[in-house]
């Protein structure tokens, strides 16, 4: 076995060569309850001396926190390795759906996700964010209910041609329950 690098606190060590896999420190990789503001620092410090490669290993192996930093990451690599994480779970793929800050690469890889799209909320976030690709919101916006349309068709900072498309189905939808009450 190669030799191993280790990440110890306030060090990062990244190695050049491809295929070699980085060993991160237990604050880095571990689940702890209450991490203080120190402790947040020096992750965000270590995290920051990385290159693509540990980022993405990291992206991978790391706790929830580590994760939250790295989804911010202006590299799509990185921040399309924390969704693809087996550690992201439903609350932390609705956190996302519903930043204003992560890229339309994570929103596309949350929306391409068939467990995450069996939650309704995830949904509505996705539908909701502005930076959702409009493609994947118009698909979306089909399951959401009619008090969702109408605040959907109400809301500010979303694309004009996804509130206008909201208004158009919130008026079929009145028009065809005024019909159908016209027959009874």
Do not use: M
């Given at each position: 076995m190669d030799e191993e690098k280790v990440i110890n606190e306030g060090e990062a060590v990244e190695e050049a060569i491809k295929g070699e896999e980085i060993v991160f420190s237990?604050?880095?990789?571990?689940?702890e309850e209450i991490p203080t503001e120190e402790k947040h620092k020096s992750i965000y410090q270590?995290?920051?001396t990385l290159?693509?490669?540990?980022?993405?290993?990291?992206?991978?192996?790391?706790?929830?926190?580590?994760?939250?930093?790295?989804?911010?990451?202006?590299?799509?690599?990185?921040?399309?390795?924390?969704?693809?994480?087996?550690?992201?779970?439903?609350?932390?793929?609705?956190?996302?759906?519903?930043?204003?800050?992560?890229?339309?690469?994570?929103?596309?890889?949350?929306?391409?996700?068939k467990s995450w799209m069996r939650s309704h909320e995830i949904v509505v976030a996705l539908v909701n964010n502005p930076r959702t690709p409009i493609g994947i919101s118009m698909k979306l916006m089909l399951s959401l209910n009619d008090k969702e349309l109408v605040d959907l068709s109400k809301a500010k900072g979303i694309p004009g041609a996804l509130a206008s498309a909201a208004k158009r189905l919130v008026m079929a939808k009145i028009h065809k329950q005024e019909k159908?009450?016209?027959?009874?």
């Open positions: 237990k604050e880095l990789v571990e689940e270590q995290i920051l290159g693509i490669s540990g980022k993405i290993q990291l992206a991978q192996k790391g706790n929830k926190e580590a994760r939250s930093i790295l989804i911010k990451d202006p590299n799509k690599l990185v921040c399309g390795a924390v969704v693809k994480s087996p550690k992201v779970n439903d609350a932390e793929a609705l956190t996302y759906a519903k930043s204003r800050t992560v890229s339309d690469e994570v929103l596309r890889l949350i929306s391409n996700n159908k009450d016209k027959k009874h």
